[in-house]
């Protein structure tokens, strides 16, 4: 939030507040301002990003300072000038929903999540009628396919400078990757997408091209697992989505059940450093993938930071020396460059690498010295 909480009318706070901590997808409040055109008076609107077929929607709620006991107004982006979500076919099975405007109570904190749920429930509505209105044989085909899996998310773009596209958010893989990461303190629930990205045609070739296809995921998973490592299966041609998600989903779930594994690989690598650097001052204990060391060559001490990636140990970790000793002219501690140009096998034993990279660290230890003494290191 840009503004202060100060400027901010209580009772808009705590609709805000409760929005923000209990809403299940992460919404971010981009602006607030005033309805003064100085913007000098109490902040009573603001924008809203909320998550939508993993990009963001724009949402302006407009509430009255002085009118509290009246429901904010929502203004919707101007692509979406024909989404009447009180007037959609069929409507919230929960009737609290639909009268969640016409009872408003500005007391009551959770209103505004409640009002924000219902309108994005219907947008979800609102956008899968639109594409199923496309005039594609293809899209029809593609939708009639995989209609019933559970969250798809869909969403028809166009504009002046492009060509109509319909965008497919598929969730992948039913599996609870927070529970398979002991002690993980993730907020929300881990997933990963497939996007899907269809260019909008008016026949049905008998050899269509292959759509637009990019793995996305939580930016939180990136801690265990990194999609960026993962090559999509080749599309075969003449082959529909539902064809080419069980294929994926297998490959992508032995993926992750690997990822998961690796960090009890990564603790054992810690502890193994632990016997020529002793105890660590400091160590990711939930992913392993950080872990700082406090060593000493004579009366130099400095620390030894290693940053180990989702792929060890194929991949090797990265080494940081610190001096306690020396600093910089901004008074921050001298550190070296990253060091990754040492012995190194991913087949030998925890025990090994650690006192591999011990024996490389003696010569190390006196270069740095020297440069920090020298004040070359920046």
Known sequence: MAAGPENVPPFIAAQLSHLLSHFRLTVKVEQMWSSDKYNSGPLDRFTLLIPYC????????????????????????????HFHPFHMHPASPDPSFSNCLSDWNYKDPSRLLTLIQFLRDQYVLYQRKRVGEVDDDRLKFE?????????????????????????????????????????????????????????????YMTAPSAPRLKLVSSPELKAVFSIDDVKLPSWVDGMCLAEY?????????????????????????????????????????VFCRKATFLAASGVFTFLVHFLIPTQFPKQQPTIMLQSSQHFNSQMAPIKSRPISDYPWSPRWEPLQMAERICEFLADEALNFKRQCSEGQVQ
């Open 54 to 81: 993993l990009d963001f929607i724009k949402w302006d709620i407009i509430f009255d300072v002085e009118s509290p006991y009246a429901a904010p107004d929502v203004i919707f982006g101007p692509e979406d000038e």
């Open 143 to 203: 939708i009639s396919t995989i209609l019933s899996r559970e969250g798809i998310e869909m969403h028809m773009s166009s504009g002046a400078e492009k060509s109509e596209e319909v965008k497919f958010a598929v969730p992948l893989l039913d599996m609870n990757i927070n529970k398979m990461v002991s002690c993980c303190s993730w907020r929300y629930s881990q997933k990963i997408y497939l996007q899907v990205v269809y260019p909008v045609g008016r026949k």
């Open 245 to 285: 998600l069980p294929n994926l989903e297998e490959y992508l779930g032995k993926q992750v059940l690997e990822a998961v594994s690796l960090i009890e690989v990564r603790r054992h690598f810690i502890e193994a450093l632990a016997n020529p650097f002793g105890r660590p001052v400091e160590a990711d204990p």
